[in-house]
């Protein structure tokens, strides 16, 4: 089955230590992005490659960046994990814009101890 | 991103019981989506709206694109113990990012 997935499922990281999450997919989607979804609020948008085209959301810190080294796969690494990144990172694709929705992968939750 | 405001946060219901949720926003959306989140897992799109005043089914799921372009409801009938999860609305304008609101929790009892 075409679907999106994120490895690992849970990820415990040190204060300050380099952390790299990835996502693959298998749909041939054009975009794919990334989001962080803290506890009990909506997911927001980190940034999205459109192809190898990357954009990133005004309010992202630069704490966090981003690989796509081809179209199956996408990386997001965080420099320095601080206790305030503890969240479900979720990764996301579509074939266009998001008018027909994304679809998701399972997420990574990361701890950071 | 523009706001959306989701009601209600959260709902605690009896099985067989039918459900009504909706989502509002302060601007017009070409595209309204609902998703639902199981616990530790991602979204999974439910029904998506492309029309103002437009009615959807998927099963025991019925949505609406409101006539204004400002809100969507979705309703769930005759609720089971695996409707359980989050459900989000979500609004697109062409761009590629999603507007989501914050969710309605959604419990059903045996």
């Known amino acids: 089955d075409a679907m999106v997935i994120q490895n690992p499922r849970y990820q415990v990281t040190q204060f300050g230590k380099p952390v790299t999450l990835s996502c693959s997919q298998t749909?041939?989607?054009?975009?794919m992005y990334w989001y962080q979804q803290k506890s009990s609020q909506a997911p927001k948008l980190l940034f999205h490659?459109?192809?190898?085209?990357?954009?990133n959301e005004a309010d992202t810190p630069d704490n966090f960046q981003s690989r796509r080294p081809n179209t199956s796969f996408c990386f997001l690494d965080i420099r320095s994990p601080g206790l305030g990144d503890a969240a479900m990172y979720l990764c996301?694709?579509?074939?266009?814009?998001?008018?027909?929705?994304?679809?998701f992968g399972s997420g990574t939750r990361l701890t950071v101890v | 991103g523009q706001q959306l405001n989701q009601s209600p946060q959260s709902m605690f219901i009896q099985e067989g019981e039918d459900v009504s949720m909706n989502c509002t926003s302060s601007?017009?959306?070409?595209?309204w989506l609902w998703y639902k989140q199981d616990p530790g897992e991602g979204p999974v799109l439910l029904i998506a709206?492309?029309?103002?005043?437009e009615l959807t089914s998927n099963g025991r799921l019925t949505a609406q694109f409101g006539i204004t372009r400002k809100d969507s409801f979705l309703n769930i009938s005759a609720s089971i113990p695996s409707d359980v999860g989050i459900y989000f609305c979500a609004g697109s304008n062409s761009g590629y990012a999603l507007n989501f609101g914050k969710g309605t929790s959604l419990l059903v009892t045996p």
């Open positions: 749909l041939n989607h054009n975009v």
């Open positions: 709206l492309y029309k103002a005043g």
């Open positions: 601007s017009i959306f070409n595209t």
């Open positions: 996301a694709t579509s074939f266009t814009t998001g008018l027909y929705g994304y679809t």
């Open positions: 490659y459109y192809d190898k085209d990357f954009n």
